[in-house]
T-cell receptor, first 113, second 113 residues
Framework: EDQVTQSPEALRLQEGESSSLNCSYT??????LFWYRQDPGKGPEFLFT???AGEEKEKERLKATLTKKESFLHITAPKPEDSATYLC??????????????FGQGTTLQVKP | DAGVTQSPTHLIKTRGQQVTLRCSPI?????VSWYQQVLGQGPQFIFQ???????GRGNFPDRFSARQFPNYSSELNVNALLLGDSALYLC????????????FGSGTRLTVV
């Protein structure tokens, strides 16, 4: 069964304290791995799509990497405005025509000034 | 350029009632997906529609139904509401099957009392 597990569930950092969020997945033929940011009461905001092992993408203080079993979202020198829930989702090869994304439960990040 | 718009933003219904949620995709996008997000969890896939046809269905009871109109907007209907249907309902639009740009709306917060 296709599955996504994110860790930790919650993470508290001091401003400037770098860290990483983990997304482990099992899927029959990865079509794409997605990272989203979600603020309370809002819809998920797209960050990155990764397609194959070894791929990396960066955006401001965020860098996403992908292996065959997991993805990491590295946050460098975070600021309080980076506080949010970060969601990881995968699309299986067989689901490419259904639009189905399988989400993890998310990691809630709090960055204190 | 308008993003994905959903209405209403908030809704309170009584057990046993029926509800209709609406979504307008990004201009030019032909595909709409619906997700349910219970508090503290990741979104769960309900349906995808492409060119007015159902392309995917998640593990939800027949009380949930949807349709897509010629202008690509979509409605999600839920009959015989249960307390457990209380959640944030999210709509995502994309350019078509196999496209990886899934953009989410801000969602409709449904509370069943």
């Amino acid at each position: 069964e296709d599955q996504v597990t994110q860790s930790p569930e919650a993470l508290r950092l001091q401003e400037g304290e770098s860290s990483s969020l983990n997304c482990s997945y099992t899927v029959s033929g990865l079509r794409g791995l997605f990272w989203y940011r979600q603020d309370p009461g809002k819809g998920p905001e797209f960050l990155f799509t990764l397609y194959s092992a070894g791929e990396e993408k960066e955006k401001e203080r965020l860098k996403a990497t992908l292996t065959k079993k997991e993805s990491f979202l590295h946050i460098t020198a975070p600021k309080p405005e980076d506080s949010a829930t970060y969601l990881c989702a995968v699309q299986a090869g067989g689901s490419s025509n259904t639009g189905k994304l399988i989400f993890g439960q998310g990691t809630t990040l709090q960055v204190k000034p | 350029d308008a993003g994905v718009t959903q209405s209403p933003t908030h809704l309170i219904k009584t057990r046993g009632q029926q509800v209709t949620l609406r979504c307008s995709p990004i201009s030019g996008h032909k595909s709409v997906s619906w997700y349910q997000q219970v508090l503290g969890q990741g979104p769960q896939f309900i349906f995808q529609y492409y060119e007015k046809e159902e392309r995917g269905r998640g593990n939800f009871p027949d009380r949930f139904s949807a349709r897509q109109f010629p202008n690509y907007s979509s409605e999600l209907n839920v009959n015989a509401l249960l307390l457990g249907d209380s959640a944030l309902y999210l709509c995502a639009s994309s350019g078509g099957t196999g496209d990886y740009g899934y953009t989410f709306g801000s969602g409709t917060r449904l509370t069943v009392v």
